[in-house]
C-alpha cells in the first residue's frame, strides 16, 4: 500500500522498481556521455546500454541480443513493425489484425486503410475474447505483408496462442508481428525457437520507466527505419538513445525474469482470491474474457446494470485505484471495443472493471479490496434505475460460463 492507497492498475501503468532508479541515476549525472563518442565518457554508457539489451534478449528468450532495438515505448515500436514490413514488401497490400488491438495497431490499420489504400483484415473473437481462428486462417494469403495479432489483452488479460498463429502467418508467407506490451514480464518467452519475427514491450509495463520499450526484430528479417538520422541502433533507430531509459529497461528486465515465478504462483492466487471473492459476494457480476488462459495479473469483472465511471470513484475514495473497461471515462458513452467485440451486453459492459495486479501486491491489499467492493456495488445498484426495473435482475452470466 503506497501513501496514495491500494493501486491495481498495473495494466495502465506500474510503479518504478526502487532497484530500477538506483541502477538509472548515474546514468543522468557521473555518466552522461554520448554513447556515440569516441572517448571514455560515451564507452562507459555505451557498455551500460549493451548490458540492457542483453537482458531484454534474456527475459524474450531471444538468440541474439542484436535483435533487440530500444524505442520509445509500445506505441513506437508497433508503429515501426507494421510501417517497417510495408515497405520491405512493397508490393503486398493486406493487413492481418485483430479487432481487440490496443489503439496502437488499431488507430494505425485505421489510417493505412483509409489514407494508404490498404486492405485490413481485423479478425473477431468469442464472446470469451478467445480469436475466430477460421476467420485468421481465412483472412492469410499471398497479399498478406504482416500480421499483428497482440500477444495478451490489456483489458481481460486473454492470452492468443501466438506460436500457432505465427507458424500459420509464416506458412502463408507473412511477416508475424506481435503486440506482447501486456505480456513481456508475466509470462515466459522463448522467441529464439519462436516464428515469432517481430515483437513490441513497453517498460513502464514492468517497473520500468515510461518512454522506453524495445522493438524484437529476428535476425534476418527485413527492416526499413520509421526514423531515419544517425546510426544508432544499428541505423533501425536514429536518435541519441535514452541512455538512462535503456538501462531501467534493463534492470527491471532483469528483475521481471527473478520474478516470473512468483508472478506465475502468487501474484495469481492474489488475483484467484480476489476474484472468487467478489464474484461470491456480488450477484449479477462476471468474469469477462478467458479465465483459463489469461494474464495472471488481470481481472476484469463486469458489474451488471452499474456505470464503471461511479464504481472508479467509489473506489477511489476508498483509496484503491482499479480501471473502466469503459470509454466513458474518455468522453464517450460507449463501452470499450473489447467489450463490444466479445459481445457482451450494453448493461454488463458499462459495469467492467478491470483491477490489474503486480509483484508489489500484498495479500492484505487484496483482503481490503474484498471487503470494500460488495458493499460499493450494493450502494450504486440501490441508487440505479435499471437495477430496479430489472426487479429480480436479469442473469447474463450463463452465456459467459
Ligand atoms: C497492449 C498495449 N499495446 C501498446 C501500448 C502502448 O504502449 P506505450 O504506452 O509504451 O506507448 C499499451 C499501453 O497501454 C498496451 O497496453
Ligand atoms: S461507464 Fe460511464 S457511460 Fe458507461
Avoid at 494469403?141 to 501466438?162: K, Q
Wanted: proline fraction near 5%; glycine fraction near 8%; aromatic fraction near 6%.
Amino acid at each position: 500500500m503506497t501513501a496514495q492507497g491500494i493501486y491495481l492498475d498495473n495494466n495502465a501503468t506500474t510503479r518504478v522498481d526502487p532497484d530500477v532508479l538506483a541502477e538509472m541515476l548515474p546514468l543522468f549525472t557521473e555518466q552522461f556521455g554520448n554513447p556515440s563518442s569516441m572517448h571514455g565518457f560515451g564507452a562507459a554508457v555505451g557498455g551500460k546500454i549493451e548490458w540492457a539489451r542483453k537482458q531484454v534478449q534474456a527475459l524474450l528468450g531471444a538468440a541474439h541480443d542484436s535483435e533487440i532495438v530500444f524505442t520509445s515505448g509500445g506505441t513506437e515500436s508497433d508503429n515501426t513493425a507494421i510501417l517497417s514490413t510495408l515497405e520491405a514488401y512493397p508490393k503486398k497490400k493486406s493487413i492481418v489484425t485483430s479487432v481487440v488491438e490496443h489503439p496502437a495497431v488499431l488507430a494505425l490499420c485505421d489510417y493505412l486503410e483509409k489514407k494508404r489504400g490498404y486492405t485490413v483484415h481485423r479478425i473477431g473473437v468469442d464472446n470469451r475474447g478467445n480469436l475466430d481462428l477460421d476467420a485468421y486462417k481465412a483472412a492469410l494469403g499471398p497479399d498478406v505483408a504482416i500480421v499483428s495479432i497482440m500477444w495478451a489483452n490489456n483489458e481481460t488479460g486473454t492470452i492468443f496462442p501466438i506460436e500457432e498463429l505465427a507458424q500459420l502467418a509464416k506458412a502463408a508467407g507473412a511477416v508475424f508481428h506481435t503486440d506482447a506490451v501486456q505480456a513481456v514480464g508475466k509470462i515466459p518467452m522463448t522467441l529464439a525457437t519462436s516464428a515469432v519475427d517481430m515483437l513490441s514491450l513497453s517498460g513502464h509495463k514492468l517497473h520500468a520507466p515510461k518512454g522506453i520499450g524495445a522493438l524484437y526484430v529476428k535476425r534476418g528479417l527485413r527492416f526499413r527505419p520509421m526514423l531515419r538520422g544517425g546510426h544508432q541502433e544499428r541505423s533501425r533507430r536514429a536518435g541519441t538513445e535514452n541512455a538512462p531509459g535503456i538501462v531501467g529497461l534493463g534492470a527491471a528486465a532483469q528483475l521481471a525474469l527473478m520474478h516470473m515465478t512468483d508472478e506465475n504462483t502468487r501474484v495469481k492466487a492474489l488475483r484467484d482470491k480476489l476474484e472468487q471473492a467478489i464474484l461470491a459476494a456480488v450477484p449479477n457480476c462476471f468474469v469477462t474474457g478467458n479465465p483459463a488462459n489469461r494474464l495472471p495479473n488481470t481481472c476484469n469483472v463486469a458489474f451488471e446494470y452499474i456505470e464503471g465511471e461511479a464504481i472508479l470513484l467509489l473506489l477511489n475514495e476508498a483509496d484503491i485505484a482499479a480501471s473502466s473497461g469503459s470509454a466513458c471515462t474518455s468522453g464517450s458513452l460507449e463501452p470499450s471495443h473489447v467489450m463490444r467485440a466479445m459481445g457482451v451486453p450494453y448493461t454488463a459492459a458499462h459495469g467492467a472493471t478491470r483491477f490489474s495486479l503486480s509483484r508489489e501486491t500484498t495479500e492484505e491489499e487484496i483482503d481490503r479490496v474484498i471487503a470494500v467492493v460488495p458493499g460499493i456495488i450494493a450502494k450504486l445498484r440501490s441508487l440505479s434505475p435499471y437495477w430496479s426495473q430489472a426487479g429480480a435482475p436479469k442473469e447474463f452470466a450463463p452465456v459467459y460460463s
